[in-house]
């Protein structure tokens, strides 16, 4: 799952106040912090579907677990999962493949948000230092 946008910074965008920052290195940092959350967003929303479609093979071949125990928290995935559909997993290959790939574009999102947040951080530590 994605980060939630901030509270602040969505306060920020929607006050208008982010224009009025007089740091332009903050500005441009916060500037692309939206912008990262909006392309995980968008990330998440394709890869969302993906997992949850109940007519897809993924969901058609692995059975999992209606034990709520043991889905939150999260143990131990032989434990949720509890079978498989060996021939539907072979036919959904290329389904498998998708999935797989947004997953890597998942973490390569989060890794993108970090990344932002740490300069937004880097930037607010440096005005910070100049007050």
């Known amino acids: ?22 740091s332009p290195g903050l500005r441009s ?14 990330v998440w ?3 969302f579907p ?20 043991l889905l939150l928290p999260l143990v131990d995935h032989e434990q949720v999962i509890i079978g498989y559909e060996w021939a539907l997993l072979k036919q959904g290959e290329a389904e498998f493949q998708n999935i797989y790939l947004m997953q890597i574009q998942g973490v390569v999102a989060t ?9 937004v951080v880097e930037e607010l530590q440096q005005v910070q230092s100049v007050d």
């Open 45 to 47: 929303n394709t890869m």
């Open 111 to 119: 890794h993108w948000v970090q990344d932002a947040i740490d300069q």
């Open 1 to 22: 799952m994605i980060p939630a946008t901030s509270t602040t910074f969505l306060e920020l965008i929607n006050s208008g106040a982010l224009a009025k920052i007089e």
């Open 50 to 69: 993906l997992f949850n479609d109940p007519s897809s093979a993924f969901h058609r071949a692995v059975r999992f677990s209606t034990n709520p125990d």
């Open 29 to 42: 940092a916060l500037t692309r912090y939206g912008q990262v959350l909006d392309t995980t967003s968008e």
